[in-house]
């Protein structure tokens, strides 16, 4: 059976001061996690935001090209042959 030092006498007495001044560099490092997740779920952030616009972009250039192929259509569909012109 292994033995929980929190409870056991032969462990020594627990000293709030010595336990905050031994492990107070952890608070350091909560710190620092922190500040690493916000830095990531912003730069995340941004970065949909950006495929966002560049799929808006590419939607409006992909509406622009359909429209001139579509022109360039009609007008090539509705052109009247040279040698039909001369004669009637």
Do not use: W
Not at 72 to 85: D, I, L, T, W
């Amino acid at each position: 059976m292994t033995r929980d030092p929190r409870f056991d006498e032969l462990s020594g007495t627990f000293n709030q001061e010595k336990f905050e001044k031994v492990y107070s560099f952890l608070d350091e490092v909560k710190a620092n996690e922190k500040k690493v997740r916000i830095l990531t779920n912003y730069r995340h952030y941004v970065m949909i935001n950006i495929i966002h616009c560049m799929e808006d972009y590419v939607h409006v250039v992909n509406q622009e090209v359909e429209r001139l192929l579509n022109k360039e259509y009609q007008y090539k569909s509705h052109k009247v042959p040279m040698a039909a012109k001369h004669l009637s």
